[in-house]
């Protein structure tokens, strides 16, 4: 994919012993403690064909490094078509427990009759959030989320990462202790919520939590805090430029305005259309984005690097306990 740099020659990688407690993520990846490191996410490959395609684009010739796979929507094999014939694409699973287009809406991967509480009357997810969590078990969460994974295994992707769409798994901690589960299950580092909502949410232990088991995260994420009146393109031209050392995670949202986007998100209250198409734009086409990042010297890479120090830590780790995770 245009665009990822690698730790710089003679670095230390951090994948050939276990690393100092004192050093950070950065310096673990071979990169210098004072370098700013990103992760550029498209979020909800697999909802529709608009999308699929402006993400694509957006990984072969724009700023992206990463996307995530929503397993349950009807344009998943056309993903899984694309990650056969570039093995080198990086791309997560966008764990998926919530249905929130009115015009399209998906459901389980796992037999309906073993996860009940996830759908609504209608046989779908939920719509919102606060309706999952009013009434998913946290056990049907896992049993979903895991054949969600497993799926996205089984055709031919090669998952580097995961998170969760809507936050689910991050509403409250015993959705989190899933989301923890899997990640040690399946070795695979975790998007977290920034630090900042972490600690407003007395959920700080979770990140303990994670360095306990040897799951690795990006130090910050940036979801939200646009200003009022502010465009998309002040925005991140404000979110580049405050951009701190270690390693930060963006995600965004992209879509073609075609018929298809159209109808299917007329209705949108998360991520609109408009918006959508704006940061496909930007993201593919605005040379400005791109000159920022490289005026401070931004390293941009995937998770698959991630992956990789993260399975060999806990590898050697493990070897050293004489035991097994």
């Not at 992707?157 to 589960?181: C, M, N, P, S």
């Not at 198409?277 to 941009?300: A, H, M």
Request: charged content about 25%; hydrophobic content about 40%.
């Amino acid at each position: 994919m245009k665009g990822l740099q690698e730790p710089s020659a003679g670095a230390p990688t951090g994948m050939s012993a276990p690393a100092s407690a004192a050093q950070t993520l950065a310096e673990r990846l071979g990169f210098a403690a004072g370098d700013k490191v990103l992760i550029l996410n498209g979020d909800d490959l697999g909802v529709g064909q608009a999308m699929n395609a402006a993400t694509f684009e957006a990984l072969e010739t724009g700023l992206l490094t990463s996307a995530t796979v929503m397993v349950p929507c009807a344009w998943f094999p056309e993903i899984a078509a694309y990650a056969r014939e570039h093995p080198d694409a990086d791309f997560g699973v966008h764990l998926t427990h919530v249905s929130e287009l009115k015009g399209v809406r998906w459901g389980p991967v796992a037999s309906k009759s073993d996860v009940p509480s996830l759908v609504d009357p209608d046989g779908y997810f939920w719509p919102e959030r606060p309706a999952f969590a009013a009434h998913a078990t946290p056990q049907e969460a896992e049993i979903e989320a895991r054949a969600q994974i497993q799926k996205t295994l089984a055709a031919g992707i090669d998952v580097t990462h995961l998170d969760t769409h809507t936050g689910a798994l991050q509403a409250g901690d015993r959705y989190f202790q899933v989301y923890r589960k899997l990640a040690r299950e399946f070795d695979l580092p975790l998007r977290m919520a920034s630090q900042a909502r972490l600690a407003n949410a007395g959920a700080w232990h979770h990140r303990t939590q994670l360095a306990a088991d040897g799951v690795l995260c990006p130090d910050y994420l940036i979801h939200g805090g646009r200003k009022e009146g502010e465009s998309f393109r002040e925005y991140w031209k404000r979110m580049f430029t405050e951009l701190k050392p270690g390693v930060t995670e963006a995600f965004v949202h992209l879509s073609r305005s075609t018929e298809e986007s159209q109808c299917m998100l007329k209705s949108a209250r998360w991520v609109p259309l408009a918006q959508r198409v704006e940061e496909y734009k930007l993201f593919t086409t605005d040379p400005e984005l791109g000159e920022i990042l490289d005026r401070q010297g931004v390293k941009r890479i995937g998770y698959r690097v991630i992956r990789e120090l993260q399975r060999t830590s806990r590898t050697e780790s493990s070897s050293l306990q004489g035991g097994s995770f």
